[in-house]
Antibody, heavy 126, light 110 residues
Framework: QVQLVESGGGLVKPGGSLRLSCAAS????????MSWIRQAPGKGLEWVSY????????NYADSVKGRFTISRDNAKNSLYLQMNSLRAEDTAVYSC???????????????????WGQGTPVTVSS | QSVLTQPPSVSAAPGQKVTISCSGS????????VSWYQQLPGTAPKLLIY???KRPSGIPDRFSGSKSGTSATLGITGLQTGDEADYYC???????????FGGGTKLTVL
């Protein structure tokens, strides 16, 4: 069965950095786009970033562009999110999600998320 | 403020039907497929509907999706207490080149 397990969250001061990881199992990781999605306490879902099969394509929400970097290691079935210059408004639970509906080769961008991890909490506070 | 607009809450009695609306614009819902997610308390979101009206394997046909113009609707029939959850719509925004979600709708089964 598909499993996505995030780790790396914690408490960090404003301006600090954190690297999140997502370990995938139960499917051929290299066959799927992957995304990070966050949820601030008591708030709704906010898409953060996605990455293509071979890391050729990445995309970011404006709120994190230039500060966050998504990456993947297909040999390790792992997804990462490097978060720099963290702000209080980045406080959220960060989840990785298997992403479907995107094919840059076919010019199709209709993303949806068919499996989600439970998430890892990130708190940015002094 | 979310790009997609959903009612904050809806309610209905067990066994009844409820609909949850998701309103957008020509650059998002009007031009792209919509997906819907169910988030039970304390759990990760679960995909209910993709490509406007398709159900993943294992999702009962009590759940349905539709789209008309710049709005989409999630329908749930035969409501059960276990359906109490937050429901989110999502789609691609062609102008912003990002994924956008609605603010979520809390369903209460009275």
């Amino acid at each position: 069965q598909v499993q996505l397990v995030e780790s790396g969250g914690g408490l960090v001061k404003p301006g600090g950095s954190l690297r999140l990881s997502c370990a995938a199992s139960g499917f051929t990781f290299s066959d799927y786009y992957m995304s990070w999605i966050r949820q601030a306490p008591g708030k709704g879902l906010e898409w953060v970033s996605y990455i293509s099969l071979s890391s050729t394509y990445t995309n970011y929400a404006d709120s994190v562009k230039g500060r966050f970097t998504i990456s993947r290691d297909n040999a390790k079935n792992s997804l990462y999110l490097q978060m720099n210059s963290l702000r209080a408004e980045d406080t959220a639970v960060y989840s990785c999600a298997r992403t479907k509906g995107i094919s840059m080769v076919r010019g199709v961008i209709a993303p949806y998320f068919d499996y989600w991890g439970q998430g890892t909490p990130v708190t940015v506070s002094s | 403020q979310s790009v997609l607009t959903q009612p904050p809450s809806v309610s209905a009695a067990p066994g009844q039907k409820v609909t949850i609306s998701c309103s957008g614009s020509s650059s998002n819902i009007g031009d792209n497929y919509v997906s819907w997610y169910q988030q039970l308390p304390g759990t990760a979101p679960k995909l209910l509907i993709y490509d406007n009206n398709k159900r993943p394997s294992g999702i009962p046909d009590r759940f349905s999706g539709s789209k008309s113009g710049t709005s989409a609707t999630l329908g749930i029939t035969g409501l059960q207490t276990g359906d109490e959850a937050d429901y989110y719509c999502g789609t691609w925004d062609s102008s912003l080149s990002v994924v956008v979600f609605g603010g979520g709708t809390k369903l209460t089964v009275l």
